[in-house]
């Protein structure tokens, strides 16, 4: 599943996200991958049911092929048989997306966005055989991060996660999953960018999930991939695909080599969580205590973020702003939807005392200073 989010990857950012995001060129729509129709699991391109084959004899590599491509054919190959039989198609009623084998408890780490509303589904490997019925632990939606489990894990292999802040640009991944129910496919890429936020827009299948850190790779990541598995050539999991871009240029098709994944170290610190606690506990996430909705002006544009609802003993009710206003700036960044305000909130850190402009209901303008708290893992 790949859902769809907006970014100005010019003048403005990702309609979420791509916070540090600084290069010039037309804007660009994001989109988190929407959900592939549901399609019986583990099927050949053909529509035919997987069965394993006869093993067959690899034809010997050829004398003209440089020994160093012979070698990274070799860590490609390496790295799919050992990484793949770890990632496995999830089904709903809905849709389909792709999952990682956690531990050998068989929890699956997947994408919020993947299991959507559905608190039972059923877990294919890539491998094939018989669906196994799933249902889900936790969803943290607003990391766009869920933690399901097999009833019956046997055979099932976790996968290797890495260390994702030790990951450079430029470095060779691919990312494994079902795109479009292609079961077990690998597209192959680099890392092109570390440090994007991105959010994805809200909508009936979409939470508007904030993703700060996210890994930009040039790696397809088609309808399907959410959830899966971005890997280095060690064998480890270093990113959750989840977001794609697309290009309003091109009728809204997808914009070659911009993907988006959430680090392994993001989301192995929220799924050891669900897995221990039931829950999310700390979500490591700065938050000021209000919902609100995005303002639209008189000139039918964004103006601000309107206060709906300030939650009792959070930092916006302890500087006094009050149901009725309207935030406008945080740290003197302008916050004209409450994209921009999550993207600015997801750049700082719980206990971080920031600057606030508010407007008011009769007009007027104040600053106040906020102590953020922690975004609740609810």
């Known amino acids: 599943m790949l859902r769809s989010l907006i970014t100005g990857l010019a003048a403005a950012a990702l309609l979420a996200g791509c916070g540090s995001a600084t290069p010039t060129g037309a804007a660009l729509r994001v989109a988190a991958s929407p959900a592939a129709p549901a399609t019986p699991p583990a099927t050949s391109p053909a529509g035919s049911p997987t069965a394993p084959g006869p093993a067959s004899t690899p034809a010997a590599p050829s004398a003209a092929v440089p020994g160093s491509v012979q070698s990274l054919e070799a860590a490609y190959e390496r790295v799919i048989t050992d990484v793949l039989p770890s990632i496995v198609q999830i089904n709903t009623k809905v849709g389909l997306g792709s999952g990682i084998v956690y531990d050998a408890g068989g929890h699956i780490l997947t994408n919020a966005h993947v299991v959507g509303k559905a608190t039972k589904m059923t877990v294919t490997t890539a491998g094939g055989g018989p669906s196994r019925p799933a249902r889900l632990v936790k969803a943290f939606?607003?990391?766009?991060?869920?933690?399901?489990?097999?009833?019956?894990?046997?055979?099932?292999?976790?996968?290797?996660?890495?260390?994702?802040?030790?990951?450079?640009?430029?470095?060779?991944?691919?990312?494994?999953?079902?795109?479009?129910?292609?079961?077990?496919?690998?597209?192959?890429?680099?890392?092109?960018?570390?440090?994007?936020?991105?959010?994805?827009?809200?909508?009936?299948?979409?939470?508007?999930?904030?993703?700060?850190?996210?890994?930009?790779?040039?790696?397809?990541?088609?309808p399907g991939n959410s959830g899966g598995a971005l890997v280095d050539l060690s064998g480890q999991v270093v990113g959750i695909p989840t977001l794609a871009a697309l290009d309003p240029d091109l009728g809204g098709g997808a914009a070659p080599g911009i993907g988006f994944a959430i680090p392994s170290n993001t989301a192995t610190d929220i799924a050891g969580q669900i897995v221990k606690q039931g829950k999310v506990t700390n979500s490591h996430r700065a938050a000021i205590g209000i919902e609100g909705s995005t303002i639209i002006g008189s000139d039918g544009r964004p103006s601000g973020v309107g206060v709906a609802r300030v939650l009792k003993g959070g930092g916006a009710e302890k500087a006094g702003i009050r149901a009725g206003d309207v935030i406008v700036s945080v740290n003197g960044t302008q916050t004209p939807t409450m994209a921009a305000l999550a993207e600015t909130l997801a750049q700082l850190k719980p206990g971080e005392q920031v600057k606030i402009e508010v407007r008011h209901a009769d007009g007027s303008t104040s600053t106040v200073a906020v102590t953020l708290g922690e975004l609740s893992g609810d």
């Open 141 to 222: 939606e607003a990391g766009d991060l869920a933690v399901v489990k097999v009833d019956d894990p046997r055979g099932l292999r976790p996968a290797r996660f890495g260390d994702s802040s030790k990951l450079r640009v430029g470095q060779i991944v691919l990312a494994m999953g079902n795109p479009l129910g292609l079961s077990g496919s690998v597209t192959e890429g680099i890392v092109s960018a570390l440090g994007r936020t991105v959010t994805e827009p809200q909508n009936p299948d979409s939470t508007g999930a904030t993703i700060s850190g996210a890994i930009q790779t040039s790696a397809a990541i088609n």
